[in-house]
């Protein structure tokens, strides 16, 4: 039964859905393929098959390539809680890169917990181990001159040096960025407590930090995304949503185009996604949706989804710019610490990139005139207790709205 109409409202979708192609003359290939879970046996096959029409994996490495296979790491949690990329398919990816004749390194740089224990508890440890490829850690930098607007950007050099990357994303909704998927998770490659510096430089501005997720895209591109949406994560993403079973996977070249596509699969409208704003302002190949040509597994045969987005995520409802920034503080959320919950250890001040967050007297306080809702206290916070205080006027508005993407 076709279940796409919020999808058939779209003209540029059906243009997509058309494979109408590009008239700027670069055509970017997104495959969808569906699947039930993560058995190995049918993963494997259903990785195959997505990316038949991409020319297999052969047409992305060649032998003797050293190949980085980048999941999302953020953070020490079971593979079922949906906050990293699930090792069942990190594991098929690196026997298939294996059986092509690449030498298969796994990497990332987790927000907290270190990069072992990380591995260990979301399953990648063992991944690593049954299919031989080697576990690094990000945690030397090479400084990189930038590409536009900033002048220099430090990867890890682990990530830099690799002959080929391949982009293993989880799809979740963000609680800065509305949703994290293929270009998000190259932020990465940022080696740790850097990533904080960054956020501090970009301010509350999520159109600058886009920027910079997108020129860090740039500096090194994957040669391939697969995006693991079997179970995706919607509501408070990326570290405290709740997992929802979606069923598919999503791979293309571009990560652009594979965030558009994985976007409108989410449900999620394009106004709240700065990363695509800024790739169509910069003029990105697969920014526009008559671009991306879509292959695999028809749209229409796909159930419509429309995640739950995070409480902090900022809607305007349409207010003129003059009312929304005079009545910001009841039109925004800020992060507050449940007093119940919270035991003070300190992880979320110390990461909390302008210094926001103190302890005194046995009690946490945000300063939310400091804050610049970056979120990464909620993200870090191993107890789930930074949660979100939310305006009144905010809050009204959200309930006269009435939908739950409010
Ligand atoms: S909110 Fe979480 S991270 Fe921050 S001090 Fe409390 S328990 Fe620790
Ligand atoms: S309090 Fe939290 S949301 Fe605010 S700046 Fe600090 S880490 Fe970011």
Not at 261 to 269: D, E, M, N, T
């Amino acid at each position: 039964m076709i279940k796409w109409g919020w999808l058939r409202l779209s003209p540029l979708f059906v243009k997509m859905t058309a494979g109408s192609g590009s008239k700027r003359g670069f055509v970017q290939t997104v495959s969808i393929t569906t699947t039930d879970g993560y058995k190995l046996s049918t993963l494997r096959q259903a990785v195959v098959k997505l990316l038949e029409p991409l020319g297999g994996i052969a047409a992305f490495i060649s032998s003797g390539e050293r190949v980085l296979l980048k999941p999302n790491m953020l953070s020490a949690k079971e593979p079922e809680l949906a906050v990293t990329t699930h090792p069942s398919l990190v594991r098929v990816v690196a026997e298939l890169v294996s059986e092509a004749g690449g030498i298969v390194l796994i990497g990332d740089s987790p927000g907290i917990g270190g990069f072992l224990r990380v591995a260990e508890k979301c399953g990648i440890y063992e991944a690593a181990r049954e299919s031989g490829a080697e576990l690094v850690e990000f945690d030397e930098a090479v400084e990189l001159q930038g590409s536009g607007t900033f002048r220099s950007i430090r990867l890890a050099r682990a990530y830099y040096e690799a002959d080929k990357i391949i982009n293993l994303p989880k799809l979740k909704t963000h609680e800065m960025m509305t949703m994290t998927c293929a270009v998000k998770n190259l932020f990465g490659a940022v080696v740790g407590t850097e990533k904080a510096g960054w956020h501090l430089k970009a301010g509350s501005s999520r159109q600058l930090f886009a920027r910079l997720l997108l020129e860090i895209y740039q500096l090194k591109k994957p040669t391939l995304n697969i995006v693991d949406a079997i179970t995706a994560m919607e509501g408070n993403g990326p570290g405290s949503g709740d997992p929802i079973h979606l069923g598919l996977l999503i791979a293309g070249a571009n990560p652009v185009a594979v965030d558009v596509i994985a976007r409108r699969l989410a449900g999620i409208p394009a106004d709240l996604l700065p990363i695509e704003q800024e790739a169509v302002s910069m003029g990105l190949p697969g920014a526009l949706a008559e671009d991306i040509l879509l292959c695999g597994t028809p749209v229409e045969t796909i159930s419509e989804s429309r995640f739950r987005l995070p409480t902090g995520v900022d809607v305007q409802f349409g207010l003129p710019h003059f009312l929304t920034r005079a009545l910001k503080s009841h039109l925004t959320s800020y992060p507050a610490a449940d007093p119940d919950i919270c035991i003070l250890c300190g992880i979320c001040r110390d990461a909390c990139p302008p210094g926001a967050i103190t302890i005194q007297n046995s009690a946490l306080s945000v300063d939310n005139a400091r804050c610049i809702r970056c979120w990464c206290c909620r993200e870090l916070c191993p107890y789930d207790a930074m949660k979100i205080k939310t305006g009144v006027l905010l809050r009204t508005l959200r309930l006269l709205a009435g939908t739950k993407n409010c």
